[in-house]
């Protein structure tokens, strides 16, 4: 079991002003961060932003035209073989033999890999949760049993650094509720860092501890998810007997903006201490007030917000 408290303290996975150049465009633009263990990391961007592309430099899948990245001290550049040993991912969607059964399937990969026994190959098996299954061949799973057994091939060889592109493509709820679980055990109680790309915002909410954002191949910013959305304006969401008339009441008379959720409800982005405001204004205004609720703000609420409304890749 990797020790929690060494690996907090040195990075997982470092990027150093790290560029990506295609035909003389910038696709990636000095990306600087670091990722450490112990962590569910989420990397999000709106189309085109440049995350996969990212993911790929980081798996040395594609070159970086200047710069860095550095896994558990280990240079891509330099320690290719070093650097990559300690990483599992799936980019994109898991490749598999379909006529071999699963656990042929995990025996091919660990052949590739020194050092990996069958003891060890049951233990992923398990914690994918394919026992039953294990034994059929790959064509009669189902895309989430097909996921899950990326996973367990990507854990393999105890890597350090485990790397998710789009790992919740065709789980159902209790699937995606399973694996969420799956990663918060295995960065807390092994000390894995785990890099996560999704677009099911909602999902990565929960599943993250930290989320970092790029645009136009340029990083907004690094921070907590619960840091990341007490920022930004608050929403509120009252209920009224005319929504259309009471956001024209706010709009004329306030300059604020609302949004007709349904014929009874509207929403404003303002803050907690301008409700009395709004209250008051519509009041004096005759419309019939029954409730005021703050809305908790969703990280897709503030990915839209600093991304200009791009949605996610």
Known sequence: MINNAETANKPAVELEHVSKKIGGKTIIDDLSFKIYGGEVFGFLGPNGAGKTTTIR?????MRMTNGNIFIQGHSIKGEFKKAIRQVGAIVENPEMYKFLTGYQNLIHYARMIPGISKARIQEVIELVELQDRIHEKVKRYSLGMRQR?????????QP??????EPTNGL????????????????????????????????MQLMCDRIGIIQKGKLIGVE????FLEKGASKVRITVDEGRIAAQVVKQKLSIDADVIDETTIELPIDHEK???IVDTLVVSKIKIYS???VAKSLEDRFLEVTGGKSVE
């Not at 894995?192 to 999902?203: C, F, G, N, T, Y």
């Open 149 to 157: 057994l990326g996973v367990a091939q990507a854990l393999l060889h």
């Open 172 to 203: 159902d709820p209790q699937g995606i509720h399973d694996l969420r679980n799956y990663l918060h055990n295995l960065s807390r109680e092994e000390g894995v860092a785990v890099i996560v790309s999704s677009h099911l915002l909602s999902e």
């Open 292 to 294: 005021v609720v703050s």
């Open 160 to 165: 350090s650094v485990l790397i998710l592109d």
């Open 275 to 277: 409700i009395p405001v």
């Open 224 to 227: 907590t998810v619960s840091d």
């Open 57 to 61: 430099m980081i798996v040395g899948l």
